[in-house]
């Protein structure tokens, strides 16, 4: 199981009413049966696009999450290799020992939420950024440019 997204809960403060909200938000997308299960799959999902993402969209993205979210995301370093889509979902089902379907699962459930919250002008930003076959993962046509 991946720990370095994940504290003891019993000696943090109580969430911030944002990030209540996210959790809100991600276990409907998700329909995950408790805010908890949600809370895994926002930490595990945005520690893993935390060591995609770099550059101001990387700031921006942090700028419009509720305080823990953003620790989560910005606490980890970008890792020196991009991954594709493809690629993250792999990473993230081998962290945390998830089949790939309980994973896509998670990322979609969690980056709709977090699309909400970011807007599609940042998230466009962020799909540009980033290798090919994230769009599918925040719900959108991983169009290409006809040559």
Same mark, same amino acid.
């Given at each position: 199981?991946?720990t370095?997204?994940?504290?003891?809960?019993?000696?943090?403060?109580?969430?911030?009413?944002?990030y209540?909200?996210?959790l809100?938000m991600?276990r409907?997308?998700?329909?995950?049966?408790?805010r908890?299960?949600?809370?895994?799959?926002?930490r595990l +999902?945005? !520690?893993?696009? &935390?060591?995609? $993402?770099?550059?101001?969209?990387?700031v921006? #993205?942090?700028?419009?999450?509720? /305080?823990e979210a953003?620790?989560?995301?910005?606490?980890?370093?970008?890792?020196?290799?991009?991954l594709t889509?493809?690629?993250?979902?792999?990473?993230?089902?081998?962290?945390?020992?998830a089949?790939?379907?309980?994973?896509r699962?998670d990322?979609?459930?969690?980056f709709?939420? +977090?699309s !909400?919250q970011? &807007?599609?002008? $940042?998230?466009?930003r962020?799909?540009?950024? #980033?290798p090919?076959?994230?769009? /599918?993962?925040f719900?959108?046509?991983?169009l290409?440019?006809?040559a």
């Amino acid at each position: 199981m991946i720990t370095e997204a994940r504290g003891p809960r019993g000696s943090q403060q109580p969430y911030s009413t944002g990030y209540e909200q996210l959790l809100e938000m991600v276990r409907y997308e998700g329909a995950y049966p408790t805010r908890e299960r949600a809370d895994e799959a926002v930490r595990l +999902v945005l !520690a893993g696009l &935390g060591r995609q $993402l770099t550059g101001d969209e990387r700031v921006d #993205l942090a700028r419009c999450l509720p /305080l823990e979210a953003a620790r989560v995301l910005t606490v980890q370093i970008p890792g020196s290799q991009p991954l594709t889509g493809w690629d993250f979902a792999k990473d993230i089902a081998t962290r945390s020992g998830a089949s790939l379907a309980t994973t896509r699962w998670d990322i979609g459930a969690v980056f709709t939420a +977090v699309s !909400a919250q970011a &807007g599609p002008l $940042l998230i466009t930003r962020i799909l540009h950024r #980033l290798p090919t076959g994230w769009a /599918l993962l925040f719900g959108r046509a991983g169009l290409t440019p006809a040559a």
